[in-house]
């Protein structure tokens, strides 16, 4: 279980993330939405203790922060929006130096090493440096290495960012599995599908503050399961009613063509935060 309480962290005179308050049950997917400079990766760096908050309270598995950190380290793995890994040394030195970190013995590391790069498909590029790899084969490789000490929690800032639709759905695959096998995870996106696929629950997070929490589906109906859509001008207009039939009844009273479809996440964020998801 991951405890946010007023978490707060100020930049100067910049408040990136502001009394941020919500709980994340154990076994969740749970998605952090929001715009550019929103504070999704601020909160996920309070959360790995990479950044101090400036105030409020963070519990991961009951234990307190920065109190518990040695403790916390060990219950945590985290994928970083940008790459960290050491691109002179090859896949397996990568997780060798992780494993080494954590303490694990030579045999258990051994041991996990190779169930790992063969878990997330990249037994056969172990001996080969990071230099000749893939975005998707580097960020593949940041998975490995973060769940390599058994990690209960894992943070995934942005995780298939510039990466192709194909590979996209096999990591949306990969974490939907870790999260079966048990596992806690807490991931940032842009990819407003890719909450809608992966997340029990997102929050959205405008210029650091909580503005909707719930399931993609709680957050769809609130809005209204079904939206008309019309030109006005340049514009496109929209309006959602809570039944297809309202919509529809709507529609036809219009004196121009409109659409009717199933509102979606991205219409929660739309109306929320008054933008569009970029990359989405
Ligand atoms: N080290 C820093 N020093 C000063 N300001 C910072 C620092 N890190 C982040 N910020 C500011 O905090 C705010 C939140 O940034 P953050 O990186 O958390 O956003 P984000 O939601 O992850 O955005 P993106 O979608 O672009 O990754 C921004 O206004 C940013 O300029
Ligand atoms: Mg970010």
């Given at each position: 279980m991951i405890e946010l309480e007023n978490l707060t962290k100020q930049f100067g005179n910049r408040t990136?993330?502001?009394q941020l308050t919500l709980t994340i049950a154990r076994g969740e997917t749970f998605g952090l939405l929001g715009p550019n400079g929103a504070g999704k990766t601020t909160t996920i760096r309070m959360l790995t203790m990479l950044t101090k908050p400036t105030s409020g309270h963070i519990r991961i598995e009951g234990l307190l922060l920065p109190k518990n950190e040695k403790k916390v380290k060990a219950l945590i793995g985290v994928v970083p929006q940008f790459f960290n890994l050491d691109?002179?040394?090859t896949a397996k030195e990568n997780l060798e130096l992780h494993g080494r970190l954590h303490h694990m013995s030579v045999a258990d590391r051994n041991e996990r090493i190779e169930a790992l790069l063969d878990y997330v498909d990249l037994a056969d590029r172990?001996?080969?440096?990071?230099?000749?790899?893939s975005g998707g084969m580097k960020r593949r490789l940041m998975i490995a290495r973060a769940l390599l000490h058994r990690p209960q929690v894992l943070f995934l800032d942005?995780?298939?960012?510039?990466?192709?639709p194909q590979v996209r759905r096999r990591l949306w695959d990969l974490v939907r599995r870790m999260n079966e096998e048990g596992l806690t995870v807490l991931l940032t996106t842009h990819y407003i599908e890719e909450a809608e696929h992966l997340c029990s629950r997102v929050a959205i997070l405008d210029k650091g503050r909580l503005i909707a929490l719930d399931s993609p589906k709680a957050l769809c109906r609130r809005l209204g399961r079904f939206v008309v859509e019309w030109p006005e001008g340049e514009e496109t207009k929209a309006r959602f009613f809570a039944a297809r039939e309202e919509a529809a009844s709507f529609a036809g009273q219009l004196a121009v063509a409109a659409t009717i479809r199933h509102s979606n996440l991205e219409d929660v964020f739309v109306e929320l935060t008054g933008r569009r998801v970029a990359g989405a």
């Open positions: 990136a993330v502001d691109n002179e040394l172990s001996y080969d440096q990071v230099t000749t790899f942005e995780p298939t960012v510039g990466l192709d």
